[in-house]
């Protein structure tokens, strides 16, 4: 459900300072995850919410999710102020937030199971 959060989405690459800002937007304040407002190279760094350069391993396009906050093994990704899914592997941040360390919670647990072909007959 929607926690009432307010987005905070903005259509300019600068900041009214003139510097530049981040490509990425956090949808809602308790989100543990960002999302892209543009594509970023490979290689590319800019700043991230922890204060650190965040590096991008590969390019990504518009709509991809970075962890916001370190994601611990089995905690739930939340964006804009919603479950999204369970991280299945510890995420940094500034990491990239797909299928790969992402399970999502969308599918009841026992049809994905089936799909990936780990469900057993009881």
Do not use: C
Not at 10 to 26: I, W
Not at 86 to 93: D, G, M, R, Y
Request: aromatic share 4%.
């Amino acid at each position: 459900m929607f926690d009432g959060d307010e987005p905070a989405l903005s259509s300019s690459s600068r900041a009214a300072d003139g510097a530049a800002r981040a490509p990425f937007v956090r949808l809602g304040t308790h989100d543990n995850v960002v999302v892209l407002t543009r594509h970023v190279d490979e290689g590319e760094s800019f700043g991230g919410l922890d204060g650190r350069q965040w590096l991008m391993p590969s390019h990504l396009d518009v709509g991809n999710k970075l962890a916001a906050v370190p994601i611990a093994a089995g905690e739930r990704v939340i964006k804009v102020g919603v479950p999204i899914g369970t991280a299945t592997q510890a995420i940094a941040p500034g990491e990239h937030v797909h299928s790969h360390n992402l399970r999502s919670d969308y599918i009841a647990t026992e049809v994905q199971e089936a799909r990936n072909g780990e469900h057993s007959a009881d």
